[in-house]
């Protein structure tokens, strides 16, 4: 079992940017792909963006390109989301995910086959 827990969402303006973080424990997070989904009120789940358990292979939406990145430091068991140039249509609630797949396979990946999720947290973009 893997226990995911986010942190870093607030609001912030349109253009600014934010920094998630998503501790791990309790598991093999260093050898899962790692991921971030979004959910936006009345939407479903969508994938974010997805890193291979080394960290050499990334993927992203076509939202996120450009504008986010996806990190991970395995010692500390984290990993990050960095976005920028933050747009209204950001506000969401952000997941972590960590998934036996691929990080390419996590991009089109059902939200009920994501082996372990974190608990969300709320980005509100303002004007």
């Known amino acids: 079992q893997v226990q995911l827990v986010e942190s870093g969402g607030r609001s912030v303006q349109a253009g600014g940017s934010l920094r998630l973080s998503c501790v791990a424990s309790g598991g093999l997070f260093s050898r899962y792909a790692a991921a971030w989904f979004r959910q936006a009120p009345g939407k479903e789940r969508e994938f974010v963006a997805s890193i291979s358990w080394s960290g050499g292979t990334t993927h992203y939406s076509d939202s996120a390109k450009g504008r986010f990145t996806i990190s991970r430091d395995n010692a500390k068991n984290t990993q990050y989301l960095q976005m920028n140039s933050h747009e209204h249509e950001d506000t969401a609630s952000y997941y972590c995910?960590?998934?036996?797949?691929?990080?390419?396979?996590?991009?089109?990946?059902?939200?009920?086959?994501?082996?372990?999720w974190g608990q969300g947290t709320e980005v509100t973009v303002s004007a």
């Open positions: 995910a960590s998934d036996r797949a691929a990080p390419e396979t996590i991009v089109t990946r059902e939200p009920h086959r994501i082996d372990y």
